[in-house]
């Protein structure tokens, strides 16, 4: 088989520390639901799914019916998986058949699920979503009652398999006191449920970050994305977390996540050259520079140009020059023994010294989520111990 020209190694034994410390935060009781929405944060959906069933994970949020159906593909019978996003009219058939839960944000979606049930002859498992503070998707208090009333006549067809909200901020404390109201909004909600005398299964609405933070958000499940991979929703969450524990430091989360290429080519440059495309980068003395098979094509944010770094022999090799689409260059010259074909880390470790998604966030403006959920799914995904 033909080999791509970077890859990604996903570490079991780091993902199985990581549920280990959130099971610990959040009890054996509630249903841990592995969100894999966004290509699994760019861990890959393919190689991820199974690595979490190993680790006793058999529930899966995703964003879309697209995602549901890669899921589908790769995990055991006996996982559930619930799309949160976008499901296409023409897909809930699809759904209902695959025994997949939805989100349902608004009372019109209720009548659809009701006939594609009739016709598929199984129940639509639906997970109404309410409006407490968000703004982006939930089902209004004016329209709630209603649904709960057609959920109640039609409960052969829909099974109210949740009731469930989004916290919109939950990983700042500045933003306690929305988290707070639209929490109080979701038990008022809940409230009307117990007088009409219809309760879902199960009730969630923490994520990442009020999961590990907020004790009194954790129902029946909760909704665990960037956790499980290994990072702290948030400084705030960290910082709240040390208190709690009367720590000075933590590395219960480990980044499961690692990212490699190879030395394609190594080059001599004379003082006064310059380096890659236009006037980005001139030698002020004679270098040796290692060329590298990706660039922003590959998801290596062009931004760090000049300014990146990646690991060769356990070193630093400082980025120089623009990155193209599919190549860039660094600065080898403090580490003379590199070959070509050597192994290259451009994010996770290597002999003592380590490379941070941070480091990629920091200097250019994304989100850790945003940068993983950027990388493009071509790139091989492999699971290692």
Same mark, same amino acid.
């Given at each position: 088989m033909v080999r791509h020209s970077s890859r990604i190694e996903l570490k079991q034994s780091a993902y199985k520390s990581n549920i280990n410390f959130i099971r610990k935060k959040i009890g054996e009781k509630p249903i841990l639901s592995s969100v894999v929405k966004a290509n699994a944060y760019g861990h890959g959906i393919e190689s991820f799914v199974p690595m979490a069933e190993k680790c006793g994970i058999n529930h899966f949020c995703v964003a879309s019916s697209f995602e549901a159906e890669q899921v589908l593909r790769v995990c055991k019978k006996e996982s559930h998986v619930v799309i949160m996003g976008i499901i296409y009219q023409e897909d809930i058939p699809w759904a209902i058949e695959n025994d997949i839960g939805f989100f349902v944000y608004n009372y019109d979606r209720l009548p659809v699920a009701l006939e594609a049930a009739k016709k598929v002859g199984k129940p639509a498992r639906v997970h109404v979503e309410v409006e407490t503070g968000a703004n982006r998707t939930g089902m209004h208090e004016k329209e709630f009652p209603k649904a709960l009333t057609f959920l109640k006549k039609n409960t052969e067809c829909i099974y109210f398999e949740g009731l469930c909200t989004h916290f919109g901020?939950?990983?700042?404390?500045? %933003?306690?006191?929305?988290?707070?109201?639209?929490?109080?909004?979701? /038990?008022?909600?809940?409230?009307?449920?117990?007088?009409? %005398?219809?309760?879902?299964?199960?009730?969630?609405?923490?994520?990442?970050?009020?999961?590990?933070?907020?004790?009194?958000?954790?129902?029946?499940?909760?909704?665990?994305?960037?956790?499980?991979?290994?990072?702290?929703?948030?400084?705030?969450?960290?910082?709240?977390?040390?208190?709690?524990? %009367? /720590?000075?430091?933590?590395?219960?989360? /480990?980044?499961?996540?690692?990212? /490699?290429?190879?030395?394609?080519?190594?080059?001599?440059?004379?003082?006064?050259?310059?380096?890659?495309? @236009?006037?980005?980068?001139?030698?002020?003395?004679?270098?040796?520079?290692?060329?590298?098979?990706? @660039?922003?094509?590959?998801?290596?944010?062009?931004?760090?140009s000049n300014r990146g770094q990646v690991l060769i022999k356990g070193k630093k090799a400082?980025?120089?020059?623009?990155? %193209?689409?599919?190549?860039?260059?660094?600065?080898?010259?403090?580490?003379?023994?590199?070959?070509?074909?050597?192994?290259?880390?451009?994010?996770?470790?290597q002999n003592n010294s380590v490379i941070n998604v941070s480091s990629f966030t920091n200097v250019t403006q994304l989100l850790n989520n945003e940068m993983l959920s950027r990388l493009p799914a071509a790139i091989p995904r492999t699971v290692v111990r």
């Open positions: 901020g939950a990983e700042s404390i500045a %933003n306690q006191f929305k988290i707070d109201m639209q929490h109080k909004r979701y /038990k008022a909600a809940l409230k009307i449920c117990k007088e009409k %005398n219809i309760l879902p299964e199960l009730r969630h609405i923490a994520c990442s970050a009020a999961a590990l933070a907020m004790k009194d958000t954790v129902y029946d499940m909760v909704r665990i994305g960037v956790a499980q991979y290994g990072f702290w929703p948030s400084p705030d969450v960290y910082f709240a977390h040390l208190h709690e524990t %009367n /720590k000075k430091s933590d590395t219960s989360l /480990k980044r499961i996540f690692s990212w /490699k290429t190879d030395v394609m080519d190594i080059r001599k440059v004379d003082q006064g050259e310059f380096i890659g495309y @236009g006037t980005a980068f001139q030698a002020t003395q004679p270098m040796t520079v290692a060329v590298l098979p990706l @660039g922003y094509s590959n998801g290596y944010p062009r931004a760090l400082p980025i120089v020059g623009l990155i %193209n689409m599919n190549l860039f260059m660094v600065d080898i010259t403090h580490i003379p023994e590199v070959k070509v074909g050597d192994e290259v880390v451009l994010i996770g470790r």
